[in-house]
């Protein structure tokens, strides 16, 4: 399921030239399908790349540094968005800004050690 007001944000954020990319469990084609095939439309264009756990383990902060030298981006340039509290803190051992994305209606507890927030359109990464 992709939220509207993702939707929307990562919309906004690629007018604004920020470069967006996912780092899932799931295998990069089975994203490429989920967001090429969404209910609101094809949102690959969105995105400039797509990482899984090929790169290594989502709690391991290894990874996250892994990813910053994919993309040629300095590590605390990268804000991390995620809902896993242990997610966050492997990429904030790494460098990376975070943010945690609370869905109470998902289960998701908000975390004290990362800054939070319930939806999307209250995100600014330049504020971060």
Request: proline content about 5%; overall charge negative.
């Amino acid at each position: 399921h992709i939220y509207e007001d993702a939707v929307e944000k990562l919309k906004e954020w690629k007018n604004r030239q920020i470069k967006l990319y996912v780092y899932s469990s799931g295998s990069v084609a089975a994203q490429k399908l989920l967001f090429g095939f969404s209910s609101y439309g094809d949102l690959t264009s969105l995105f400039s790349g797509y990482f899984d756990t090929r790169i290594g383990s989502k709690r391991e902060p290894a990874s996250y540094g892994a990813i910053a030298e994919a993309t040629g981006l300095p590590v605390s340039d990268i804000l991390f968005l995620s809902d896993s509290a242990e997610e966050l803190d492997a990429a904030r051992s790494a460098g990376m800004l975070t943010l945690q994305l609370v869905r109470p209606e998902d289960g998701t507890q908000p975390v004290d050690r990362h800054p939070g927030s319930k939806s999307f359109a209250d995100i600014d990464p330049s504020a971060l």
